[in-house]
């Protein structure tokens, strides 16, 4: 079984800090982890995913997650955060496939505030 | 990339009655998903819809309430039945494209429901 945990609902930073999203997973299998963004009334966009190669992930707009198997967490980084930045952020795991399935389990998603 | 086309984008419905929504690819896809994100929620899969086969539903969504059809392997149709408040989500189609630890999904839009 997958499941992912968000450890924060809510983050608030200040423009040009550094942005911390927390999160730990858990798989039966070799796990694929990603990162998605989701903007008020927007789709949602991957920011940057992990597939089992380089265990440091580096994604659009300045993002980047390392990959902690000993820590089972991959949590999303940003040196310094921009207004831009503001918006949903939710991590997935998903086995790709090899369980059969290629679903993809998302967090309780962390909503990111950027104050001026 | 894939581009998912969603119809209708937005919707206000009577309670009792039905919605369908559509779901286009602009190419072939084997693996198809509907998600629905409950007002300040995560995404929840709803079913699994692959051509030739019946949907397989995830534990409580049941086809009676939530019929798919995959008639081809471009497109989808989600059917939220004899809907109540409690139906009020956003719904989102997904696909899977390429393979193995290269899988990526792509997002439509979504369908933003309210029953009143």
């Known amino acids: 079984a997958q499941s992912v945990t968000q450890l924060d609902s809510h983050v608030s930073v200040s423009e040009g800090t550094p942005v911390l999203l927390r999160c730990n997973y858990s798989?039966?299998?070799?796990?694929?982890l990603f990162w998605y963004v989701q903007h008020p009334n927007k789709g949602l966009q991957l920011l940057l995913k992990?597939?089992?190669?380089?265990?440091l992930v580096k994604g659009i707009n300045g993002f980047e997650a390392e990959f902690k198997k000993s820590e089972t967490s991959f949590h999303l980084t940003k040196p310094s955060a921009h207004m831009s930045d503001a918006a949903e952020y939710f991590c997935?795991?998903?086995?790709?496939?090899?369980?059969?399935?290629?679903?993809?389990?998302f967090g309780t998603g962390t909503r990111l505030k950027v104050l001026a | 990339s894939a581009v998912i086309s969603q119809k209708p984008s937005r919707d206000i419905c009577q309670r009792g009655t039905s919605l369908t929504i559509q779901c286009q690819v602009d190419?072939?896809?084997?693996?198809m998903f509907w998600y629905r994100q409950q007002p300040g929620q995560s995404l929840t899969l709803i079913a699994t819809?692959?051509?030739?086969?019946?949907?397989?539903?995830e534990s409580g969504f049941v086809i009676d309430k939530f019929p798919i059809s995959r008639p081809n392997l471009t497109f989808s149709t989600l059917t939220v039945s004899n809907m109540s408040p409690e139906d009020s989500s956003i719904y989102l189609c997904?696909?899977?494209?390429?393979?193995?630890?290269?899988?990526?999904?792509?997002f439509g839009q979504g369908t933003r429901l309210t029953v009143v």
């Open positions: 798989s039966s299998y070799s796990p694929s």
């Open positions: 997904s696909v899977l494209r390429s393979g193995g630890l290269n899988t990526e999904a792509f």
């Open positions: 190419s072939q896809v084997t693996m």
């Open positions: 819809a692959n051509q030739g086969s019946e949907a397989t539903y």
């Open positions: 992990y597939t089992s190669a380089a265990t």
């Open positions: 997935v795991v998903s086995d790709s496939g090899t369980s059969g399935t290629y679903k993809y389990i």
